[in-house]
């Protein structure tokens, strides 16, 4: 019987595909922004027998906090760093709000100052953008053809539901994991491990604690609470960037701090978060995307709400099947 991932491998040679045909994804933000990017698009893509690239532009520009992530993972597409030095024509632009990275702006007037034809789509090679309306699914999305530029963040799986096992595999890392992650692994597949994901770090920023807001101990002593009465003999594992915090808060006989990885290597702590069953997780996208890879079948995951702290209500970002608890 053929498997899921081969099913869609086969759907995706059935489409016919045009030479010019793209989908164009911008990647901005960490490594679980752009892993929603990559799904979004990948997802168009394989709907519409598109090519796909990826713009990580924005990662070369001046002032730039974060750096490309998608290294050692199995993607199906091309990755462009001039992605404006020759761009194609864009079309329909209307670039975001300054909620959005200012890198994007640049890029617009970039575009303008070279006289990169901006209005209706004409001809084969030109592309629509089509910008993200807010964190809610944006139902548009299913109408959006070959020939698009994605922007926007995709922080839901309804964006890419139907390819789950493909983004499932292609966002598994493939590089070989150093002796000491390899010692987390072999620790957490003994165990009936649960992973517990602490985001403090730059959340504690005043910028970023106005808009994100920070989980609490008594979220964190509820949900693992929680998680002692439905799964048995759990072993938790905490994953954070900030140690001290989480001994003072979390110490426990069935509770140890995974101590292998420093902020930077967020692609090996990120498949350590995945490789356990079970997840209690922070308003992180990191968060998220270790729960969802992971996704046993009798997974148990526990997320904050809200996720967001100038926004009471997100409902397309977390799984109906997770169980949601306050925060505070």
């Not at 164009?24 to 168009?44: H, K, P, T």
């Amino acid at each position: 019987m053929m498997n899921a991932t081969a099913a869609l491998r086969n759907r995706e040679s059935s489409v016919p595909h045009h030479r010019t045909a793209t989908v164009v994804a911008s990647l901005f933000g960490g490594l679980g922004n752009q892993m929603f990017q990559y799904a979004a698009g990948r997802s168009l893509a394989v709907r519409t027998g598109a090519r796909l690239i990826l713009d990580a532009t924005g990662f070369t520009l001046p002032q730039t906090r974060r750096a490309y992530a998608l290294e050692g993972y199995a993607l199906a597409a091309e990755i462009r760093f001039d992605g404006y030095r020759h761009p194609p024509r864009l079309s329909a632009v209307q670039f975001p709000a300054p909620r959005w990275p200012g890198w994007i702006d640049r890029a617009a007037r970039l575009l303008r100052a070279r006289n990169i034809p901006i209005g209706r789509a004409t001809g084969e090679n030109a592309l629509a953008v089509f910008n993200e309306r807010s964190f809610d699914f944006d139902a548009r999305f299913s109408h959006c053809g070959p020939q698009t530029y994605l922007v926007g963040y995709w922080q839901s799986e309804r964006y890419f539901a139907e390819i789950a096992d493909l983004v499932r595999q292609e966002l598994t890392y493939q590089r070989a994991p150093d002796a000491a992650n390899a010692q987390w692994l072999a620790r957490i597949r003994a165990a009936n491990a649960v992973c517990v994901h602490v985001r403090r770090g730059d959340y504690l920023l005043p910028a970023h604690f106005r808009h994100h807001g920070l989980c609490s101990a008594d979220y964190y002593h509820r949900a693992l609470r929680l998680v002692r009465e439905r799964v048995t003999d759990p072993r938790f594992f905490v994953f954070s960037d900030d140690w001290a915090w989480c001994r003072e808060h979390l110490a426990d006989h069935d509770t140890v701090i995974v101590d292998a990885n420093k902020p930077d290597a967020g692609q090996d702590e990120l498949r350590l978060m995945a490789a356990c069953r079970h997840h209690v997780i922070a308003n992180s996208s990191m968060s998220w995307w270790g729960a969802w890879l992971a996704a046993s079948e009798d997974q148990t995951v526990v997320a904050p709400t809200p996720w967001f702290t100038q926004r009471s209500e997100t409902p397309d970002l977390l799984p109906a099947r997770w169980v949601t608890m306050p925060r505070e």
